[in-house]
């Protein structure tokens, strides 16, 4: 993980957190919190910090639940406006990244007290995110807390909103997996009708999400729903629906691309053209994809490619990227091109040796090359 991302929680932020907490209830042990708090932080991980944070938050705030939840609230900055997650701690008090840490806490004393911690988090999510501290919620008292999200659909705060759909969704990246959930989605699609056509873009981004996340498990379920939603919709709408069948698409669900309008074979030749063919880790390759459609009428098609990345064991894994959308007329050649980048990141690891590059038109594979990958 890049040392500018684990660094967003940090010596300052952690100080910045003990100022307002004592602002607001002055038998706070400050120097205990620190102490705690900043052991060996440098060294750690951004999880890892906003865990020890919270165990730091754990071990000097009031025993009793409601007293640390209202002590909590009270050291917050002011509520954010608009959408998105530019929070920051200012001297009006806390917000920004140190709150993963706060709704840590409350995940974990307020596990016996639902309506109160349901409480801090609609506080808390407008200075940061309760995505991540909801989840345990969700799973201890799920039918009460659909219920809360329920109401929180309606609510006048983006982020509270977004945290009903966000906090909801049953594969969200680092966070718990609500795994009831996943066995069964049905609970939580009257509020995905509910915000599918929310005013606010950071709204209806999560509700797409939510809906990728279950069709992964349920693609009957994301089928059904483009059918009823789909037709007639506004161009917010389907904006979001088409974020929302991305992996479908990708894997060729024939319900999925028919609703598109994109689920018939593919007419015609392709030849997918890699270069350079040898490339280090960390750089790039250019693909350069030639179409030539052998129909008797245009074609709307769906081009995307899988990389078969190399494992540490040898084997391959393939990996799906969002490729092009087009119209091919009769007879016509189209030539596409794309650079992909071959730059480690947080969620993948790169390894040595010869990866096959395949493409995907309308989910069915129609080309492939290879390049080899040195360290």
């Not at 909590?72 to 002011?78: D, F, K, R, S, T």
Request: aromatic share 6%; net charge positive; proline share 6%.
């Amino acid at each position: 993980m890049p040392d500018a991302f684990k660094n967003l929680i940090n010596a300052a932020r952690v100080r910045e957190a003990g100022e307002h907490l004592a602002r607001t209830w002055p038998e706070f042990d400050r120097a205990a919190f620190e102490k705690q708090a900043l052991h060996q932080l440098d060294t750690l991980e951004l999880k890892a910090r906003a865990m020890q944070v919270a165990d730091a938050l754990e071990a000097t705030l009031p025993d009793d639940f409601h007293h640390a939840a209202r002590v909590i609230e009270n050291a917050l900055g002011p509520a954010g406006e608009g959408d998105g997650l530019g929070f920051a701690t200012d001297h009006q008090g806390l917000a920004g990244w140190i709150c993963w840490s706060l709704g840590e806490v409350v995940a974990r004393r307020g596990i016996d007290h639902p309506a109160r911690a349901f409480a801090a988090l609609h506080a808390l999510t407008q200075r940061f995110s309760a995505e991540f501290a909801i989840r345990p919620l969700l799973l201890a008292h799920p039918e009460q807390g659909v219920d809360i999200l329920m109401r929180w659909s309606t609510d006048s705060s983006a982020h509270v909103r977004r945290l009903a759909s966000e906090g909801s969704r049953p594969r969200l990246p680092w966070g718990v997996q609500l795994k009831p959930f996943i066995a069964d989605p049905t609970p939580m699609l009257p509020l995905l009708r509910a915000l599918q056509d929310d005013e606010s873009a950071y709204v209806r981004r999560s509700v797409a999400n939510h809906l990728n996340d279950i069709a992964k498990d349920h693609p009957g379920v994301l089928a059904d729903w483009l059918q009823t939603h789909l037709p007639d919709a506004s161009a917010e709408r389907r904006a979001l629906l088409r974020h929302a069948s991305r992996t479908l698409i990708k894997k060729g669900h024939p319900a999925v691309l028919q609703a598109w309008g994109i689920g018939g074979k593919y007419k015609g030749e392709a030849t997918l053209k890699i270069s350079p063919k040898r490339v280090r880790i960390g750089d790039a390759v250019q693909l350069a994809l030639e179409l030539k459609s052998t129909a008797r009428s245009k074609q709307r098609i769906a081009v995307d490619y899988a990389v078969h990345h190399v494992k540490a064991n040898g084997s391959t894994s393939p990996k799906v990227f969002k490729g092009w959308q087009l119209e091919l007329a009769p007879g016509e050649t189209r030539t596409l091109a794309k650079k992909h980048s071959l730059r480690p990141i947080t969620t993948r690891r790169y390894y040595p040796g010869k990866h096959r590059i395949t493409v995907q038109v309308n989910g069915r594979d129609v080309a492939e090359a290879v390049f080899t990958l040195s360290a």
